[in-house]
T-cell receptor, first 110, second 116 residues
Framework: QKEVEQDPGPLSVPEGAIVSLNCTYSNSAFQYFMWYRQYSRKGPELLMYTYSSGNKEDGRFTAQVDKSSKYISLFIRDSQPSDSATYLCATAREGGKLIFGQGTELSVKP | GAVVSQHPSWVICKSGTSVKIECRSLDFQATTMFWYRQFPKQSLMLMATSNEGSKATYEQGVEKDKFLINHASLTLSTLTVTSAHPEDSSFYIC????????????FGQGTRLTVV
């Protein structure tokens, strides 16, 4: 079993839609949960991170962690074509070693 | 945000040659740098962790003699792929973090290596 599992998609939505991206993880000891955006042939860019359970909001983006079910989500409101990218969830092991999900390819159509 | 510059952004080399990839933190001191490898439509896989002035720590299954990592200063780490083969063709990405701020590590733009 992979430590972080993510549906690779691809996911295609119309502009303005609410996007829901999800991951599951296996180790209940994980405490930090991150979401990255990666454009084609570029390095990932940190969008936001949460510690333990709960929600965190930043503009149109909301990250949610449910530790009881080991489930993490990223919601994008009012999606824009510029949001088209691959979104990677990640968590961290000791020493800052990041474990990434496979990434979900998102396409927002005008 | 902080900038991590990775160079070159793409490189093509002949099988059997070596390739060096540089990763620089431009506006902060990177006490720790990480090197990742990413195959098309797949996740980033951590290859090794390097701390300034120390030997790199490699993940299981990564050949340390093939992927030489040097982190000689707080702003520069290099990855050398020695005796490259076509199966080494991949997207290599570095990230850099200041002490204790691993969650906020910044990523370079990546290097696409093609071995022919």
């Amino acid at each position: 079993q992979k430590e972080v599992e993510q549906d690779p998609g691809p996911l295609s939505v119309p502009e303005g839609a609410i996007v829901s991206l999800n991951c599951t993880y296996s180790n209940s000891a994980f405490q930090y949960f991150m979401w990255y955006r990666q454009y084609s042939r570029k390095g990932p860019e940190l969008l936001m991170y949460t510690y333990s359970s709960g929600n965190k909001e930043d503009g149109r983006f909301t990250a949610q962690v449910d530790k009881s079910s080991k489930y993490i989500s990223l919601f994008i409101r009012d999606s824009q074509p510029s949001d088209s990218a691959t979104y990677l969830c990640a968590t961290a092991r000791e020493g800052g070693k990041l474990i990434f999900g496979q990434g979900t390819e998102l396409s927002v159509k005008p | 945000g902080a900038v991590v510059s990775q160079h070159p952004s793409w490189v093509i080399c002949k099988s059997g040659t070596s390739v060096k990839i540089e990763c620089r933190s431009l506006d902060f001191q990177a006490t720790t740098m990480f090197w990742y490898r990413q195959f098309p439509k797949q996740s980033l896989m951590l290859m090794a962790t390097s701390n300034e002035g120390s030997k790199a720590t490699y993940e299981q299954g990564v050949e340390k003699d093939k992927f030489l990592i040097n982190h000689a200063s707080l702003t520069l780490s290099t990855l050398t792929v020695t005796s490259a083969h076509p199966e080494d063709s991949s997207f290599y990405i570095c990230s850099a973090a200041d002490t204790g701020r691993f969650i906020e590590a910044f990523f370079g733009q990546g290097t696409r290596l093609t071995v022919v």
